[in-house]
């Protein structure tokens, strides 16, 4: 059964810096493009991040850019979410998602496989 799992997420001061983690089982993420998105309490899950299944194409969210890195290591079936220079307004419930395809959806409900989340608190 195709699965992801989130993992890192955490409580840090404003301007610190988590890693996240999201590991596949069931599957080889070689051929899947993999997205990060977020929802916090009251809002709408939104798109954070999206590396396609190569590698060679990332897209960020403007509210992350210059903040947030997306990488991936098919090796390890794992995809990473470098966050530093957290802001408050970056708490949220952080998912992984997998749709089925090498490429980068622009809508989330193209997205077929989700984690379960991971909480991201930013707070002094």
């Known amino acids: 059964q195709l699965q992801l799992v989130e993992s890192g997420g955490g409580l840090v001061q404003p301007g610190g810096s988590l890693r996240l983690s999201c590991a596949a089982s069931g599957f080889t993420l070689d051929y899947y493009a993999i997205g990060w998105f977020r929802q916090a309490p009251g809002k709408e899950r939104e798109g954070v991040s999206c590396?396609?299944?190569?590698?060679?194409?990332?897209n960020y969210a403007d509210s992350v850019k210059g903040r947030f890195t997306i990488s991936r290591d098919n090796a390890k079936n794992t995809v990473y979410l470098q966050m530093n220079r957290l802001k408050p307004e970056d708490t949220a419930i952080y998912y992984c998602a997998a749709p089925d395809g090498s490429v980068c959806p622009k809508r989330k409900e193209a997205y077929d496989y989700w984690g379960q989340g991971t909480q991201v608190t930013v707070s002094s």
């Open positions: 590396i396609s299944a190569s590698g060679g194409i990332t």
